[in-house]
């Protein structure tokens, strides 16, 4: 008799969550061929898991996303090209999380960047952080969560291109 308890409970949990599902994230906007071969940044996590929701959601950013950062961070920081600049970046860190508390939905984003930067024989490394959000109505798919990547991919590619700006003018001045 335990031995069914133990059987059915294992499988009311099982239909209960587990729910796990998969999205494709479009970002092929962002990147743009041939922008900035002076600024690198390194390959992360090809999925994101976008955590605060009741079942398991995992966008799958493609192109990827390490890809649509450094365009847009070689398209930002073009003006504030200097003879000899190089600018490299380690991988991405990136989180998502969605707070349905409010209405409609916030999905926020946190995105790190460690970057060495290297011009006129002087160079600086530094960690670069933001925090941006967008909203979604709380009733929505799944689908929205992977549209409002590409807005907050761009919001927060900004924030650090305007963090690296600085730190740009300030080795090139020397």
Known sequence: MKRFLVIGATALLCACGGQNVHESASLGDLVKPGTAPWLTVATGADKLEVRGLDHKLTLQPSPDLSAAVQSQLGSLLQPSYVPDLV?????????????????????AMDLGLHCAIWAHGYDANHDYKTQVSTAVASSTEDQAY????????????????????????????R
């Open 87 to 107: 600018v490299t970046c380690g991988a991405p860190t990136i989180s998502l999380r969605v707070d349905q508390d409010k209405s409609p939905s916030t999905v």
């Open 146 to 173: 992977a549209q409002a990547l590409s807005k907050l991919v761009a919001d927060s590619s900004s924030d650090i291109a305007s963090q690296l700006r600085g730190d740009i003018g300030t080795i090139a001045s």
